[in-house]
């Protein structure tokens, strides 16, 4: 398996502009997650996924942020519109039993927002 | 706040030294995890530690777990310069899908 697949792997976008984030997680991985970091926040969870059904999302920080997963191989993660506080590195995860034997992280998406 | 806390945030040593690096939490948790993050890379899992466990080995790499400290400890061995990464740990409160990390202990191992 090629691991977790993110993309793009650099997103520079102007303040105003929807910017999309897309995730294949590992096949057979049930759980899917969000996640951003910043030096001044560190790693925070926006929100994850069980069978492609949202379980959380008290982690998204505004209604400018949304999440999808059509299908047990795909999900994005949505920014409209794109704010330069948004600017961050955004990892998707994925883990066969809800994080309780650890998670797989792709590369991450480095967003900035100018 | 986060639930998991590293201690040092920084750590510089020579190649061939051992590291130690110290996570404390605040409730009682399932299982203990520590990833490392090379630099512009996401998290790999390195090892996990169950609550009913106090050590636990893995190649160079030697985990504690004391519970009633709330604390885990995480020793690498005979470090290498390829050991530079930051490292987190992530605790695991039997809620579903919560687990939260620590702010990450930066190690830079010079050769």
């Known amino acids: 398996d090629a691991g977790v697949i993110q993309s793009p792997r650099h997103e520079v976008t102007e303040m105003g502009q929807e910017v999309t984030l897309r995730c294949k997680p590992i096949?057979?991985?049930?759980?899917l997650f969000w996640y951003r970091q910043t030096m001044m926040r560190g790693l925070e969870l926006l929100i994850y996924?069980?069978?492609?059904?949202?379980?959380?999302d008290s982690g998204m920080p505004e209604d400018r942020f949304s999440a999808k997963m059509p299908n047990a191989s795909f999900s994005t993660l949505k920014i409209q519109p794109s704010e330069p506080r948004d600017s961050a590195v955004y990892f998707c995860?994925?883990?066969?039993?809800?994080?309780?034997?650890?998670?797989?992280f792709g590369s991450g998406t480095r967003l900035t927002v100018v | 706040s986060q639930q998991g806390e590293e201690d040092p945030q920084a750590l510089s040593i020579q190649e061939g030294e051992n590291a130690t690096m110290n996570c404390s939490y605040k409730?009682?948790?399932?299982?203990l995890q520590w990833y490392r993050q090379n630099s512009g890379r996401g998290l790999v899992h390195l090892i996990l530690i169950r609550s009913n466990e106090r050590e636990k080995h893995s190649g160079r790499l030697r985990v504690t777990l004391d519970t009633s400290k709330k604390s885990s400890s995480l020793l690498i061995t005979a470090s290498r310069a390829a050991d530079t990464a930051s490292y987190f740990c992530?605790?695991?409160?039997?809620?579903?899908?919560?687990?939260?990390f620590g702010d990450g202990t930066t190690l830079t191992v010079k050769p």
């Open positions: 409730t009682s948790i399932n299982n």
């Open positions: 996924f069980n069978n492609n059904v949202p379980i959380d």
């Open positions: 995860a994925s883990s066969p039993d809800a994080g309780v034997s650890g998670y797989t």
């Open positions: 096949s057979g991985h049930d759980y």
């Open positions: 992530a605790t695991d409160p039997g809620n579903a899908g919560k687990s939260t």
